[in-house]
């Protein structure tokens, strides 16, 4: 059996767990968000912003991808939402399988908003379809501006990407013309924001745009 053949086998068995998952959220009404970026972006700080925005009107939870430690999840536990670690140990993404088996092992109740952190990496995370209802790629003001055109496959796909860390930009030399150029390049339909968890810059934008993609959703399931 060659790898090709290996890997197809993969990605079908991941796609029919991803469309298992899909059938049920839909069922549900959860609007499912799978954040992707490198690590250190500020996805987990992201995360508890939007808990601290949206928590007392959503039902909110996450799942968090990491190769060690359950730090994340713990994080946003003490905000008070059902958070549940997977520890890949070693393997750089997150599948379907994963998040199946990780809403069986913990009572998340009824959602109206899902987070799912993957793991830190903007490359093996693309493949990999979670259900979900939209990729959000994160790129910090502290990694440069050249990322989408180094990293196009995630960028081609996502449908928000987030410019965090922005409160930086001040003391760092990132061109933010430059990535919103490359971004609408690769994906003229994607929405940029411009945000920081820390100040809260462009928070609002970013919970306007979640809250939007959930009326759509149950607009669409009422139809």
């Known amino acids: 059996m ?44 992201l995360l508890e912003a939007t808990v601290r925005g949206l928590a007392p009107r959503l039902r909110l939870g996450a799942i968090e991808g990491d190769i060690a430690t359950e730090r994340d999840a713990e994080r946003l536990r003490r905000l008070g939402i059902p958070a549940h670690q997977i520890l890949t140990g070693g393997a750089c993404h997150l599948d379907a399988r994963q998040v199946r088996d990780a809403l069986a092992a913990r009572d998340f109740g009824a959602l109206d908003i899902l987070f799912i952190e993957n793991v830190g990496n903007l490359i093996c995370p693309t493949s990999y379809d979670l259900g979900e209802d939209f990729k959000a790629v994160l790129l910090s003001v502290t990694e440069g501006e050249d990322k989408p055109f180094k990293y196009p496959a995630i960028f081609s796909r996502a ?3 987030v410019i965090t860390k922005a409160d930086l930009l001040p003391h760092v030399a990132f061109r933010l013309d430059e990535a919103r ?12 924001l411009v945000l920081s968890a820390t100040t809260g810059q462009g928070m609002a934008e970013w919970e306007q745009l979640l809250m939007e993609s959930l009326d759509r959703k149950r607009s669409a399931a009422a139809r």
Do not use: Y
């Open 159 to 161: 449908a928000a990407t």
């Open 2 to 45: 060659t790898r090709v053949d290996v890997r197809e086998k993969v990605l079908a068995a991941n796609a029919a767990a991803a469309a298992e998952l899909r059938r049920r959220f839909a069922a549900q009404g959860t609007l499912v968000v799978n954040l992707i970026s490198s690590p250190g972006s500020g996805k987990t700080t």
């Open 181 to 192: 150029e490359q971004v609408a390049a690769l994906n003229p339909e994607c929405r940029l």
